[in-house]
């Protein structure tokens, strides 16, 4: 039933298009089309983006041979964007739906046991100078690679670091701002307060609220066609452009196992709380078809093991830890890029039993017309300190409409 309303929204859009003054069919990658009201004080883009993946896995035998193949082909990504201004340019608004399985799963009591299908759903109010309000439902200004868009990435998919600590998105409010300290020399501010339970949620602050603080430095100046927030230096800058950022994070009486992610933490009241705290530090540089990110993430929490009244466990932990992320590539002028990423995780031990693992990544992309429509492959090796080692290789055909 659903997916009936969805095809009758998709529907009456389409019929909008006979009462825009001004449709057009935008080039390759910039949207289906684009509308604008028949007096000039509305716009939407309507664009569309699927990534198809095919994925492999094998461990590593006592022989240190391959055992245990596994294959599977998926739809990782299918979503539509509507994006434009209300009734000024200084009003804009996103709304960006998920329709892959990967997208809309995690269906609960907390969801109204409905589809996530919402990603986005946000208004941006530029009401005086560099400053802008933003309200609704939209990725957290967390780390660098989480904010970087899915079809954006220089690899395949985004590193466990990001898996294991991102802030992701939330409901709430954000203050954005920016000035420049010298001609070239900017900085960025960001704050948001949040529920702290992460998206779609429909039954209210189960918790307390969450609090987000991001500072971006760009001492060269701002990068082509914001390159600060993509992957690969596809706009080969022609002289270096740096960022540096750090953002910290506080979930009061998070309910989750890794702040506003992760699983629930029951028990005999309902829900263990605990508050929760993350701090990013990241970096991005590109000059010349080079390109470098940095990433590091630390989360503790004033009490990780969830317990009953009665002070017994429950068998939940937070996520506690730290970890880091090197990635770095080279684009070739006939548009082949390869490149490299390093990942340390080290959660908690005596806290998470999990032990300490390290990732190699080895990325071969081909952008046809840049990220727009790419085929991307890569091969991972996972090694476990519990003697557990794992290989991945990947293949993913990315194209945006």
């Not at 684009?34 to 699927?50: E, I, Q």
């Not at 990967?102 to 046991?113: K, Y």
């Not at 800058?237 to 994070?249: G, R, V, Y």
């Not at 590091?296 to 990780?304: G, H, K, L, S």
């Amino acid at each position: 039933m659903k997916f009936k309303y969805l095809s009758f929204g998709i529907l009456l859009l389409s019929f909008a298009v006979t009462y825009a003054q001004e449709t057009n069919s935008p080039t390759f990658g910039n949207g289906l089309f684009n509308l604008v009201g028949k007096d000039s004080t509305w716009s939407m883009k309507v664009a569309t983006r699927m990534q198809f993946l095919t994925i492999a896995t094998w461990d590593e035998g006592t022989d240190s041979g391959l055992v245990n193949p596994e294959q599977s082909f998926l739809v990782r990504r299918a979503r539509l964007k509507f994006d434009g201004f209300a009734y000024s340019p200084k009003l804009k608004y996103k709304i960006e739906l998920g329709l892959s399985n990967r997208d809309i799963a995690g269906a609960s009591q907390f969801t109204g046991n409905a589809p996530r299908y919402i990603l986005d759903a946000v208004v941006m109010w530029n009401f005086y100078g560099n400053f802008e309000f933003w309200m609704g439902q939209t990725k957290l200004p967390g780390n660098i690679e989480r904010v970087i868009s899915s079809g954006n990435l220089q690899q395949v998919d985004r590193s466990l670091l990001n898996s294991r600590f991102n802030i992701d998105r939330d409901l709430g409010i954000q203050l954005r701002h920016h000035f420049n300290l010298t001609d070239k020399f900017l900085v960025r501010e960001k704050l948001a307060v949040s529920m702290g339970e992460g998206r779609n949620i429909t039954t209210g602050n189960l918790g307390g609220y969450q609090h987000t603080a991001r500072l971006e430095l760009l001492p060269f100046g701002s990068f082509k066609s914001k390159g600060d927030y993509s992957g690969s230096d596809l706009k080969r800058e022609e002289i270096p452009k740096l960022l540096l950022a750090a953002t910290f994070d506080t979930n009061q009486d998070a309910v989750k196992t890794r702040s506003n992610q992760g699983s629930y933490m029951f028990n005999d009241n309902g829900f263990y709380q605990t508050d929760i705290n993350t701090v990013f530090v990241d970096a991005m540089f590109k000059y010349n078809g080079f390109s470098l990110m940095a990433e590091y993430a630390n989360r503790t929490a004033d009490d990780p093991i969830a317990k009953n009244s009665d002070g017994t466990l429950t068998g939940d932990e937070v996520q506690v830890g730290s970890g880091i992320n090197v990635q770095s590539g080279y684009l070739f002028k006939n548009n082949w890029e390869i490149s490299g990423r390093y990942t340390n995780i080290q959660l908690d031990e005596d806290i998470t039993g999990k032990n300490p693992e390290n990732q190699y990544t080895f990325g071969l992309s081909k952008y046809i017309l840049g990220h727009k429509l790419k085929v991307q492959t890569d091969v991972s090796y996972l090694s476990i300190d519990n003697g557990t080692d794992r290989l991945m290789g990947r293949l993913q055909f990315d194209i945006h409409f």
